[in-house]
Protein backbone atom coordinates (compact mmCIF):
# COMPACT_ATOMS: atom_id res chain seq x y z
CA UNK A 1 0.00 0.00 0.00
CA UNK A 2 1.30 3.49 -0.64
CA UNK A 3 2.66 4.92 2.44
CA UNK A 4 4.53 8.15 3.54
CA UNK A 5 6.12 8.12 7.23
CA UNK A 6 7.95 10.66 9.36
CA UNK A 7 10.21 9.04 12.09
CA UNK A 8 10.65 12.16 13.46
CA UNK A 9 7.62 13.26 15.75
CA UNK A 10 9.09 16.16 17.76
CA UNK A 11 12.20 17.76 17.55
CA UNK A 12 13.84 20.34 19.33
CA UNK A 13 17.02 22.64 18.22
CA UNK A 14 18.52 25.74 18.95
CA UNK A 15 18.81 28.55 16.69
CA UNK A 16 21.68 28.04 14.53
CA UNK A 17 21.18 24.80 14.22
CA UNK A 18 20.95 22.60 11.29
CA UNK A 19 17.60 21.12 10.46
CA UNK A 20 16.74 17.40 8.99
CA UNK A 21 13.63 15.57 8.51
CA UNK A 22 13.08 12.53 7.46
CA UNK A 23 10.56 11.37 5.71
CA UNK A 24 10.12 8.03 3.17
CA UNK A 25 7.81 7.00 0.89
CA UNK A 26 6.38 3.84 -0.25
CA UNK A 27 4.86 4.24 -4.07
CA UNK A 28 5.85 2.30 -7.37
CA UNK A 29 6.75 4.21 -9.90
CA UNK A 30 6.61 8.08 -10.73
CA UNK A 31 6.08 10.00 -7.53
CA UNK A 32 5.01 13.48 -6.98
CA UNK A 33 6.56 14.83 -3.43
CA UNK A 34 6.01 17.71 -1.73
CA UNK A 35 6.78 19.24 2.13
CA UNK A 36 3.93 21.27 3.79
CA UNK A 37 4.70 23.59 7.07
CA UNK A 38 2.24 25.00 9.45
CA UNK A 39 3.24 27.28 11.60
CA UNK A 40 0.94 28.02 15.17
CA UNK A 41 -2.37 29.03 14.14
CA UNK A 42 -2.24 29.35 10.43
CA UNK A 43 -3.22 26.94 7.57
CA UNK A 44 -0.70 24.44 5.61
CA UNK A 45 1.90 25.67 3.65
CA UNK A 46 3.83 24.63 0.59
CA UNK A 47 7.45 24.64 1.19
CA UNK A 48 9.04 22.72 -1.90
CA UNK A 49 7.50 20.29 -4.21
CA UNK A 50 9.49 17.55 -6.87
CA UNK A 51 7.83 16.25 -9.52
CA UNK A 52 11.36 15.18 -11.33
CA UNK A 53 14.14 17.12 -12.80
CA UNK A 54 16.92 17.84 -10.61
CA UNK A 55 16.88 15.87 -6.96
CA UNK A 56 17.73 18.53 -4.71
CA UNK A 57 14.85 21.35 -4.48
CA UNK A 58 14.77 24.04 -3.57
CA UNK A 59 12.24 26.15 -1.50
CA UNK A 60 10.68 28.96 0.09
CA UNK A 61 13.06 30.31 3.77
CA UNK A 62 15.86 28.80 2.95
CA UNK A 63 14.51 25.48 2.62
CA UNK A 64 15.78 22.40 0.63
CA UNK A 65 15.57 18.79 0.03
CA UNK A 66 16.71 16.00 -2.24
CA UNK A 67 14.99 13.04 -3.36
CA UNK A 68 16.80 9.61 -3.12
CA UNK A 69 15.24 7.24 -5.17
CA UNK A 70 16.98 4.31 -4.00
CA UNK A 71 16.40 5.16 -0.50
CA UNK A 72 13.05 6.02 -0.93
CA UNK A 73 13.45 9.17 0.77
CA UNK A 74 12.69 13.09 0.43
CA UNK A 75 14.13 14.81 3.33
CA UNK A 76 13.76 18.14 4.59
CA UNK A 77 16.76 20.54 4.97
CA UNK A 78 17.66 23.46 6.20
CA UNK A 79 21.36 24.75 7.21
CA UNK A 80 20.62 27.21 9.70
CA UNK A 81 17.03 27.76 11.67
CA UNK A 82 15.33 30.36 13.11
CA UNK A 83 13.19 31.12 15.97
CA UNK A 84 10.07 31.74 13.83
CA UNK A 85 10.81 28.25 12.01
CA UNK A 86 8.94 26.39 15.06
CA UNK A 87 6.29 24.79 13.30
CA UNK A 88 4.88 21.37 12.36
CA UNK A 89 5.97 19.86 9.34
CA UNK A 90 4.19 17.65 6.71
CA UNK A 91 5.75 15.65 4.15
CA UNK A 92 2.99 14.17 1.26
CA UNK A 93 3.32 12.15 -1.78
CA UNK A 94 0.94 11.27 -5.02
CA UNK A 95 1.60 8.67 -7.02
CA UNK A 96 -0.94 7.95 -10.34
CA UNK A 97 -3.88 9.17 -8.01
CA UNK A 98 -4.97 12.48 -6.93
CA UNK A 99 -4.99 12.47 -3.55
CA UNK A 100 -2.19 13.43 -1.41
CA UNK A 101 -0.90 10.52 1.12
CA UNK A 102 0.54 12.93 4.44
CA UNK A 103 2.74 11.79 6.75
CA UNK A 104 1.43 12.39 10.29
CA UNK A 105 3.61 15.32 10.79
CA UNK A 106 6.59 16.51 12.67
CA UNK A 107 6.63 19.09 15.45
CA UNK A 108 9.90 21.47 15.84
CA UNK A 109 10.33 23.66 18.04
CA UNK A 110 13.37 26.64 17.99
CA UNK A 111 14.97 27.45 20.88
CA UNK A 112 16.16 30.83 20.64
CA UNK B 1 -5.73 37.28 -4.92
CA UNK B 2 -7.78 35.52 -2.23
CA UNK B 3 -6.59 31.89 -1.68
CA UNK B 4 -8.69 28.86 -0.16
CA UNK B 5 -11.16 30.44 1.53
CA UNK B 6 -13.74 27.62 3.83
CA UNK B 7 -16.45 28.69 5.65
CA UNK B 8 -17.69 28.39 8.52
CA UNK B 9 -14.27 28.40 10.63
CA UNK B 10 -15.56 26.19 13.53
CA UNK B 11 -18.74 24.18 14.09
CA UNK B 12 -20.49 22.10 16.99
CA UNK B 13 -22.65 19.49 16.46
CA UNK B 14 -24.71 16.40 18.15
CA UNK B 15 -24.37 12.93 17.37
CA UNK B 16 -26.97 12.18 14.45
CA UNK B 17 -26.99 15.56 13.13
CA UNK B 18 -25.86 16.54 9.75
CA UNK B 19 -23.72 19.58 8.83
CA UNK B 20 -21.99 21.06 5.35
CA UNK B 21 -18.96 22.78 5.20
CA UNK B 22 -17.99 25.24 2.06
CA UNK B 23 -14.56 25.45 0.22
CA UNK B 24 -14.00 28.70 -1.98
CA UNK B 25 -10.84 27.74 -4.33
CA UNK B 26 -8.27 29.61 -5.05
CA UNK B 27 -8.52 31.79 -8.17
CA UNK B 28 -7.92 29.86 -11.38
CA UNK B 29 -8.20 26.51 -9.77
CA UNK B 30 -10.85 24.19 -10.97
CA UNK B 31 -10.05 20.98 -8.84
CA UNK B 32 -10.75 20.54 -4.75
CA UNK B 33 -9.92 18.16 -3.02
CA UNK B 34 -10.91 17.28 1.28
CA UNK B 35 -9.38 16.23 3.93
CA UNK B 36 -10.05 15.16 7.16
CA UNK B 37 -7.43 15.94 10.22
CA UNK B 38 -7.86 14.57 13.37
CA UNK B 39 -5.82 15.66 16.33
CA UNK B 40 -2.14 15.22 16.37
CA UNK B 41 -2.31 13.15 12.82
CA UNK B 42 -1.34 14.26 9.11
CA UNK B 43 -4.45 14.93 6.68
CA UNK B 44 -6.75 11.83 5.27
CA UNK B 45 -7.93 12.26 1.88
CA UNK B 46 -11.74 12.09 1.14
CA UNK B 47 -12.80 12.94 -1.62
CA UNK B 48 -11.48 15.01 -4.88
CA UNK B 49 -14.23 17.04 -7.07
CA UNK B 50 -13.58 18.13 -11.09
CA UNK B 51 -15.69 19.22 -13.24
CA UNK B 52 -18.55 18.76 -10.93
CA UNK B 53 -18.18 15.71 -10.36
CA UNK B 54 -16.34 13.07 -7.90
CA UNK B 55 -12.79 11.76 -9.29
CA UNK B 56 -11.56 9.86 -6.53
CA UNK B 57 -12.60 8.96 -3.36
CA UNK B 58 -10.73 7.81 -0.03
CA UNK B 59 -11.90 5.11 2.27
CA UNK B 60 -14.55 7.51 4.22
CA UNK B 61 -18.28 5.90 4.60
CA UNK B 62 -20.96 6.79 2.17
CA UNK B 63 -21.89 9.48 4.77
CA UNK B 64 -19.58 11.88 3.41
CA UNK B 65 -20.32 13.16 0.15
CA UNK B 66 -19.60 16.32 -1.51
CA UNK B 67 -20.72 18.71 -4.42
CA UNK B 68 -18.72 20.76 -6.95
CA UNK B 69 -20.40 23.67 -8.48
CA UNK B 70 -20.29 25.50 -11.50
CA UNK B 71 -17.88 28.26 -10.04
CA UNK B 72 -15.79 25.67 -8.93
CA UNK B 73 -16.66 26.12 -5.11
CA UNK B 74 -17.37 22.86 -3.29
CA UNK B 75 -19.07 21.63 -0.52
CA UNK B 76 -18.55 18.82 2.32
CA UNK B 77 -21.84 17.14 3.80
CA UNK B 78 -21.58 14.81 6.51
CA UNK B 79 -24.47 12.87 7.61
CA UNK B 80 -25.37 11.22 11.06
CA UNK B 81 -22.11 12.37 12.70
CA UNK B 82 -20.28 10.54 14.83
CA UNK B 83 -18.02 11.36 18.03
CA UNK B 84 -15.42 10.45 15.80
CA UNK B 85 -15.92 12.78 13.16
CA UNK B 86 -14.84 15.62 15.36
CA UNK B 87 -11.29 17.21 13.14
CA UNK B 88 -10.10 19.81 11.21
CA UNK B 89 -11.54 19.21 7.87
CA UNK B 90 -8.82 20.77 4.85
CA UNK B 91 -10.36 22.16 1.99
CA UNK B 92 -7.15 22.26 -0.80
CA UNK B 93 -7.47 23.42 -4.72
CA UNK B 94 -5.54 22.92 -7.15
CA UNK B 95 -5.23 23.45 -11.25
CA UNK B 96 -5.28 20.22 -13.10
CA UNK B 97 -3.06 19.74 -16.21
CA UNK B 98 -0.67 17.41 -18.02
CA UNK B 99 3.17 17.49 -18.55
CA UNK B 100 4.43 14.94 -20.25
CA UNK B 101 1.28 12.89 -19.96
CA UNK B 102 1.85 12.68 -16.40
CA UNK B 103 -0.84 14.42 -14.00
CA UNK B 104 0.78 17.82 -12.58
CA UNK B 105 -0.93 19.53 -9.41
CA UNK B 106 -0.08 21.64 -6.40
CA UNK B 107 -2.67 21.82 -3.59
CA UNK B 108 -2.88 25.04 -1.95
CA UNK B 109 -4.65 24.19 1.44
CA UNK B 110 -7.72 26.81 2.85
CA UNK B 111 -7.70 27.30 7.05
CA UNK B 112 -9.74 24.50 7.34
CA UNK B 113 -12.88 24.43 9.95
CA UNK B 114 -12.63 22.57 13.32
CA UNK B 115 -15.92 20.34 13.66
CA UNK B 116 -16.63 19.48 17.44
CA UNK B 117 -18.87 16.70 17.35
CA UNK B 118 -21.17 15.71 20.84
Known amino acids: AQSVSQHNHHVILSEAASLELGCNYS??????LFWYVQYPGQHLQLLLKYFSGDPLVKGIKGFEAEFIKSKFSFNLRKPSVQWSDTAEYFC??????????FGTGTRLKVLA | DAGVTQSPTHLIKTRGQQVTLRCSPKSGHDTVSWYQQALGQGPQFIFQ???????QRGNFPDRFSGHQFPNYSSELNVNALLLGDSALYLC?????????????????FGPGTRLLVL
Open chain 2, 49 to 55: YYEEEER
Open chain 1, 27 to 32: YGGTVN
Open chain 2, 92 to 108: ASSFFFLRNRRHSETQY
Open chain 1, 92 to 101: AGASGTYKYI
